[in-house]
């Protein structure tokens, strides 16, 4: 358990802004509050906000005017008695106002104290503690989504359902370990192993949720490929919906690789524009192709653009045996101007690619362009209904596994009941570490600490 000091930390972010706030929790919260603000004259009625004038006591001068609330424990996010003071958004003001409230006895919070507080005190367990990490990182509405999912428990409750039915089998397997005479029944080891296979499968399906979730979180990154001149950075610009990159009727013009997010309907993707690539360059140009080939190897897909007016030349044949095996798309741009390219060519070379047609002059298929975009990395159809976005939770769920295989095994091979109720035990304890029902120090603080001061 932890200390019950009263922690304070400063839970806006630093810089100017209109208001930023100050945060105590703990058991001297109110009193610490009481004595800075010194108003005799409210009541400190729970959940209420009141006008306040912050005073020096050391000097007598005024710090601030500001509006504070009191929130009665457990009726707060630390489920302790917390004071919320909300001052003028100056760093100055704020940096007075912290050290006053530190003076009195208050202890600097550690990143991810407040959390940590509502968690050991029951407010939330550790998959919903975590989601708000999650959720303040979240970079689109998808991602909001499903932090929210996970903070209001639909992960937590989707692992305490499976949870329960380990725990029911348990029950089933030390009956038997209790009365020896009455043997694990035949009828029984098959129901037994029928529900250990559907635990499975539930735990294989948020495993597999993980790397969606990732992908919603994380993003992807996305190479935009191609000989000089087929209008990479045209296209880069109409997906972005801004000009971005300059765009010249002369080849050779991006040098530098430019990087933008864009937002497909959920999936962040991360867009390299890079120099066209070509033979029998030098100088800056040719950095530029070096940029492009790094950049082409750390992305983890491409955008192979084509200029779809004129027939393919060596240049592109050179670019489309450089994303060979790779994900993504081949786009065949320019398609508003008269077609010479030849398509079946471009199949045979890179038969695994779609090929969109889209004009980034006139931003004719563009929208067919975002959503194949997405669905080369996001199938729009499997979008689970829980989705797991922590590694911790995933290590856990497989660990769970590996243990019910074993279950599984026993039960196949006629293995004593004990033997099978030491494996049923591992699975319950790694789904209870999902959950924080039982959890160590060291997973805590890990946890916690990536939490910024303040939340
Ligand atoms: N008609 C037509 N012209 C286009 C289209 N897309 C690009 N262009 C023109 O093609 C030329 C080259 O466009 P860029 O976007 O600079 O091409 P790039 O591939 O980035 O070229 P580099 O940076 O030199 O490798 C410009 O004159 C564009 O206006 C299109 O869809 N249709
Ligand atoms: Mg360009």
Redesign the pocket.
């Known amino acids: 358990m932890y200390k019950a000091d009263t922690i304070a930390a400063v839970a806006t972010p630093p810089g100017e802004g209109g208001v930023a706030m100050v945060r105590l929790s703990g058991p001297d919260a109110k009193h610490i509050g009481r004595e800075i603000l010194a108003r005799e004259d409210v009541e400190w009625k729970s959940h209420r906000l009141y006008y306040g004038k912050v005073r020096d006591p050391a000097r007598g001068s005024l710090v601030d005017e500001v509006m504070f609330a009191f929130l009665q424990g457990p009726r707060s996010y630390t489920g302790e008695d917390t004071v919320e003071i909300h001052c003028h958004g100056g760093p100055f003001v704020v940096r007075q106002l912290l050290g006053l409230v530190l003076a009195r006895g208050a202890r600097y919070a550690e990143p991810g104290e407040f959390t940590k507080r509502a968690f050991l005190n029951g407010r939330l367990d550790l998959t919903q503690a975590e989601a708000v990490l999650d959720l303040i990182r979240s970079r689109t509405d998808k991602a909001v989504d499903v932090a929210l999912g996970q903070m209001e428990g639909g992960l937590s409750q989707e692992v305490q359902g499976l949870r329960e039915q380990l725990v029911d089998a348990l029950v089933q397997v030390e009956a038997a370990i209790d009365f020896p005479e009455e043997e694990i029944e035949l009828l029984q080891r098959e129901e037994l192993a029928r529900k250990v296979v559907g635990i499975v499968d539930k735990i294989t399906l948020l495993v597999d949720s993980y790397e969606w979730g990732r992908l919603i979180r994380e993003g992807v990154r996305v190479c935009i490929v191609?000989?000089?001149?087929?209008?990479?950075?045209?296209?880069?610009?109409a997906l972005l919906g801004v000009d971005r990159?300059?765009?010249?009727?002369?080849?050779?013009?991006?040098?530098d690789f430019i990087e933008e997010t864009v937002n497909l309907n959920g999936l962040p993707v991360v867009l390299w524009?890079?120099?066209?690539i070509r033979d029998r360059t030098e100088g800056v140009e040719q950095i530029g192709i070096d940029v492009t080939l790094e950049r082409l190897a750390e992305s983890q897909g491409c955008v192979l653009?084509l200029?779809g007016?004129s027939p393919l030349t060596g240049e592109d044949m050179d670019v489309m045996e450089r994303v060979r095996e790779r994900q993504g798309l081949v786009v065949i741009?320019?398609?508003?101007?008269q077609q010479r390219i030849e398509r079946p060519a471009v199949s045979d070379c890179l038969p695994g690619l779609q090929q969109v047609e889209?004009?980034?002059?006139?931003n004719?298929g563009l929208d067919g362009l975002k959503a194949a975009l997405r669905d080369c990395f996001l199938d729009s159809a499997e979008e689970p209904e829980v989705v797991v976005t922590n590694v911790r939770h995933k290590a856990a769920l497989e660990r769970a596994r590996v243990s019910l295989v074993e279950v599984h095994r026993a039960i196949d091979q006629g293995m004593p009941p004990d033997i099978v109720a030491v494996d049923l035990q591992e699975a319950r304890d790694s789904l209870e570490e999902i959950i924080g029902t039982v959890t160590n120090d060291d997973i805590l603080d890990r946890i916690f600490s990536q939490f910024c001061i303040g939340k």
């Not at 990159?245 to 040098?255: E, K, N, S, W």
């Not at 741009?333 to 101007?337: E, G, I």
């Open positions: 191609g000989r000089p001149n087929v209008g990479k950075s045209s296209l880069m610009n990159a300059i765009v010249t009727a002369t080849p050779g013009t991006t040098r524009d890079t120099a066209g653009v200029d007016s741009n320019k398609f508003d101007l889209v004009s980034a002059l006139t004719q």
